[in-house]
């Protein structure tokens, strides 16, 4: 049966034998080198390459004796297939591995890439701060998409870098110094789209951000050294449209251009006192000013409970908000904040929450304060449990925004069927002020 279904594999054209390699894991796809001449023709023009070395070591079953063999014979691994390939161009190329001081292979493995013309390459390189990257990484003309990680603090960007063509930079824990990312890095990046900056578990995240021509934005940053270090970020990004922003709240925020932006989604933390060198008042002002301009914002349940206590000079006006994703699970949130973003959201049409059992009325239920000029016209209520407070509110709701049009309740997934088509009865059976609304269960 094998050598039928080898014979059939052997009839197929070079170009398809191809396209199916690509679909392989670089090592397995080498592995096919062995079965025929032809085939190690055909491995020689794989343009997409991945090398891990977690598939060669397996800690629970390799012995620190064997570890530099297993070691050595990765770094032949990747030196055999580059030098298989000769100067074939590359197209995708990644690259994990942890690495022994003192050893320039892994430099070699990426100049070789550059050399020939990867346009899409991620460095995942671990075990050891590395602090120099090779130069002509940061001047090069093929380089669309580039990931750097991690735990690297790279203090040698030349300063003539240049990537015309680079459309996204993902930054796995990496260091630099000063403003080298905003003044160097990212000047030297004209065509530059989509930036990651992920340092959830790293200090270093940037102070400063700047750059005229990025339209995705993601911070990952929750790192107690960073707050204590830095007090203050600044965010100058004018032509941004989507911003996902998770950190802890500090003190200032300065600068923070955001005229484009459409979307944001805001996860922001308190840190602990435990945690903290110095106390501290997170003021929130100046971020929330800065993404005033929105038509689309997610707060998740810290994120409401930040804004809430320490947005110290009031909320804008979100004059362009269409659409709300609103997480609470304390009660100032729901008494106070959102009722204060929907009078300062005039525009609003989708509103989304979820927590809302949180909000109890200890003596008569007045419920949410929702402004008669609201024209929200689609509602949607997440993980509904049909307790007597948020069946209330939901009523409440329904009273008050006249122009609803549509509302969405969302049932926990483990919730049994029985009780979901009892609460959906329930739900069916409330007055509303709108003619033409209709309820979904989910």
Request: proline letters at 4%; glycine letters at 4%.
């Amino acid at each position: 049966m094998g050598s039928v279904s080898m014979a059939s594999m052997n009839c197929l054209p070079d170009e398809l034998l191809v396209q199916i390699l690509s679909f392989l894991p670089t090592k397995k796809a080498a592995s096919t080198s062995v079965l025929a001449k032809r085939w190690r023709t055909l491995f020689a023009v794989r343009q997409n390459l991945d090398f891990d070395d977690s598939d060669f070591l397996n800690p629970e079953e390799v012995g620190e004796d064997d570890m530099d063999e297993i070691k050595e014979s990765f770094r032949n691994f990747v030196g055999r297939t580059l030098s298989l390939q000769g100067a074939q161009r590359i197209n995708k190329l990644s690259l994990k591995c942890g690495e022994v001081p003192g050893e320039d292979h892994v430099d070699g493995w990426i100049i070789n890439a550059l050399d020939r013309g990867v346009s899409e390459l991620k460095l995942c390189l671990t075990d050891e701060i590395r602090t120099f990257l090779p130069s002509n990484l940061f001047i090069n003309k093929t380089l669309v998409n580039l990931t750097l990680g991690k735990k690297l603090a790279i203090n040698n960007i030349p300063y003539d870098t240049f990537l015309p063509v680079l459309k996204i930079l993902f930054l796995r824990s990496v260091w630099f110094l000063g403003r080298e990312l905003s003044d160097v890095l990212l000047a030297g990046c004209p065509a530059l789209e989509d930036l990651t900056i992920h340092h959830k578990h790293f200090s270093g995240t940037p102070q400063v951000i700047c750059s005229k021509t990025i339209k995705r934005l993601s911070i990952i940053s929750k790192s107690a050294e960073d707050v204590n270090l830095f007090s203050f970020v600044s965010l100058d990004a004018p032509n941004l449209v989507n911003l996902f922003y998770v950190d802890y709240a500090r003190p200032r925020y300065l600068r923070w251009n955001l005229d484009s932006l459409v979307k944001a989604t805001l996860d922001l933390h308190f840190l602990e006192h435990e945690e903290c060198d110095e106390p501290f008042e997170p003021n929130v002002t100046v971020l929330m000013n800065g993404v005033r301009n929105v038509k689309m914002l997610q707060l998740t349940f810290s994120a409401t409970e930040v804004i809430s206590e320490c947005c110290k000079c009031g909320l804008p006006m979100f004059k362009n908000l269409l659409d709300l994703v609103f997480f609470g699970n304390k009660e100032r949130v729901w008494k106070e904040l959102l009722p204060l973003m929907l009078e300062h959201s005039p525009s609003l049409k989708c509103l989304i929450l979820s927590g809302l059992n949180c909000c109890t009325y200890e003596q008569e239920f007045d419920g949410i304060r929702i402004p008669q000029t609201n024209k929200v016209n689609f509602l949607g209520i997440m993980c509904y449990e049909g307790t007597e407070n948020e069946l209330k509110h939901v009523s409440h709701f329904l009273l008050k925004m006249e122009r609803l049009q549509g509302l969405q309740v969302q049932f926990p997934t483990t919730m049994v069927e029985s009780k979901r088509v009892q609460l959906t009865e329930d739900l069916l059976k409330l007055p509303r002020a709108s003619s033409t609304l209709t309820m979904q269960a989910v």
